[in-house]
T-cell receptor, first 113, second 113 residues
Framework: GAGVSQSPRYKVAKRGQDVALRCDPI?????LFWYQQALGQGPEFLTY????????KSGLPSDRFFAERPEGSVSTLKIQRTQQEDSAVYLC???????????FGPGTRLTVL | AQTVTQSQPEMSVQEAETVTLSCTYD???????LFWYKQPPSRQMILVIR??????QNATENRFSVNFQKAAKSFSLKISDSQLGDTAMYFC??????????FGKGITLSVRP
């Protein structure tokens, strides 16, 4: 079956531009997570959805970061006024429920110039 | 807050030999889950093995097994009969009641032919 997909795979933005990163979870998965992975580091939690409800956004680094999942399926992570420190790989993961194993997408590599 | 520590930044092993990757964690929770994920150079994070803290029996998946020591908060991964395809970065991760994964910094494993 289809896994988690993310688009675009690569994104180059000029500092100050807005970007939108998309995640398509595994069909039927209730829980969706976003993580940020800096080069050579482990992923760090950003936010968590259960269906359309955003249950935890404690990892979002600033108010420039915004995530939504309006219909409980596809999710979008938006970063406004991008800064160089936002350069990272953004990983999306989904699970059947909150405590089940999370399955990851290939990630979006964001480079801010 | 939970922490996950992987103190070895990199390891190397000869093909067909056995290697053990170390991980320790800290938590005040009693019910939680531990994971090892593999991230090859293509960057897709793949689940290797999962352990429920309430289970005393160590998890195994083919050539992969864990040594879970709950009292010592230790969770090491043993890879038997190492293969060239095992070359990757390996992350130890913790999930508690809040469902989000907390990752260690990872270890780069190289399998030599």
């Amino acid at each position: 079956g289809a896994g988690v997909s993310q688009s675009p795979r690569y994104k180059v933005a000029k500092r100050g531009q807005d970007v939108a990163l998309r995640c398509d979870p595994i069909s039927g998965h209730v829980s969706l997570f976003w993580y940020q992975q800096a080069l050579g580091q482990g992923p760090e939690f950003l936010t968590y959805f259960q269906n359309e409800a955003q249950l935890d956004k404690s990892g979002l680094p600033s108010d420039r970061f915004f995530a939504e999942r309006p219909e409980g399926s596809v999710s979008t992570l938006k970063i406004q006024r991008t800064q160089q420190e936002d350069s990272a790989v953004y990983l999306c993961a989904s699970s059947a429920s909150g405590t089940d194993t999370q399955y990851f997408g290939p990630g979006t590599r964001l480079t801010v110039l | 807050a939970q922490t996950v520590t992987q103190s070895q930044p990199e390891m190397s092993v000869q093909e067909a030999e056995t290697v053990t990757l170390s991980c320790t964690y800290d938590t005040s929770e009693n019910n939680y889950y531990l994971f090892w994920y593999k991230q090859p150079p293509s960057r897709q994070m793949i689940l290797v093995i999962r352990q429920e803290a309430y289970k005393q029996q160590n998890a195994t998946e083919n050539r992969f097994s864990v040594n879970f020591q709950k009292a010592a908060k230790s969770f090491s991964l043993k890879i038997s009969d190492s293969q060239l395809g095992d070359t990757a970065m390996y992350f130890c991760a913790f999930a508690g009641a809040n469902s989000k994964l907390t990752f260690g910094k990872g270890i780069t494993l190289s399998v030599r032919p």
